[in-house]
């Protein structure tokens, strides 16, 4: 894509979500939650990553994120999560990016600054192992996205995004920040969500 004649704010959602892309695969890594042998190394803004290979996984991170530019660039997208569940489709982990893209800046992006910082976030992503939880049995996961208002009826790729069925958490989440960074026009932060110690362990009857 010719990123040349855009506006900053469409740069930078081609660039954020590219980003997305790598870091939902290394996290799907991380988890174990597949084989990894259903991944390859790669270099990514200079970060040894994992990439996935298996073709169905390739294709959901790929559309998941990319169906996301359109919204990320007019700053209606607040957080990307991937979500683990347990086998009750209860969440146990997520991963949560919360960005902002300011719609109000105009200069050029500077985009070695803006890669700079997102690779910061990829490296404490490979580290970030002793601080998640184990990944239940038979669970799942998925991405999730969540709009700061809610896209217009004109907007049909938007109803693509439809809510999820998942249990919700009856108290607050234990939160544990991963990173964060601010390189003006987008603000992001990673952190972790987990049940807090008092949730019930069996979903209510
Ligand atoms: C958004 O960008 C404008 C113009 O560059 C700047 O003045 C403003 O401080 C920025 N806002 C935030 C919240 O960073």
Redesign the pocket.
């Known amino acids: 894509m010719d990123r040349k004649n855009q506006t900053p704010q469409g740069q930078i959602a081609q660039v954020v979500v590219e980003f997305l892309e790598v870091a939902i695969s290394c996290i799907v890594f991380l988890k174990g939650f597949y084989p990894p042998r259903a991944f390859e190394r790669r270099r990514y803004m200079n970060v040894v990553v994992q990439k996935a290979l298996h073709p169905e996984l390739t294709s959901y991170i790929h559309s998941v994120t990319f169906g996301l530019l359109p919204f990320i660039q007019k700053g209606l997208v607040e957080r990307v999560v991937v979500i683990f569940y347990d086998k009750g489709h209860v969440p146990t982990e997520k991963f949560v990016f919360k960005l ?1 893209v ?1 719609q ?4 050029k992006l500077e985009e070695a600054n803006l890669e700079f910082a997102l690779r910061a976030f990829l490296i404490r992503l490979t580290v970030a192992e002793p601080v998640t939880r184990p990944l239940p049995r038979d669970g799942s996961w998925e991405v999730t996205a969540y709009f700061r208002s809610l896209p217009g009826d004109g907007d049909r790729e938007a109803q693509l995004w439809i809510p999820t069925d998942a249990e919700l958490w009856m108290q607050p989440p234990q939160i544990t920040p991963i990173k964060s960074v ?1 390189c ?2 987008l ?1 992001m932060q990673l952190y972790l969500e987990h049940p807090s110690v008092t949730e019930p362990k069996e979903p209510p009857a």
């Open positions: 902002a300011n109000s800046y105009r200069s601010s003006d026009p603000t």
